[in-house]
């Protein structure tokens, strides 16, 4: 019972840590492709 409990607390817990973590990789991803997407027209003109 215990076990379950602290497993249910934990995963409270854990949840909302995991999404705000998905999501700002989800951004620095974005981020990133539009970075490199960029330097390749920047070799690409010269």
Same mark, same amino acid.
């Given at each position: 019972m215990v076990v379950a409990a602290f497993g249910k607390t934990f995963r409270n817990?854990?949840?909302p840590i995991v999404t705000e973590n998905v999501?700002? $990789?989800f951004l620095l991803t974005?981020?990133?492709?539009?970075?490199?997407?960029?330097?390749?027209?920047?070799? $690409?003109?010269?």
């Open positions: 817990a854990v949840k999501a700002f $990789l974005i981020f990133w492709i539009q970075q490199s997407s960029r330097h390749k027209k920047l070799h $690409l003109n010269k």
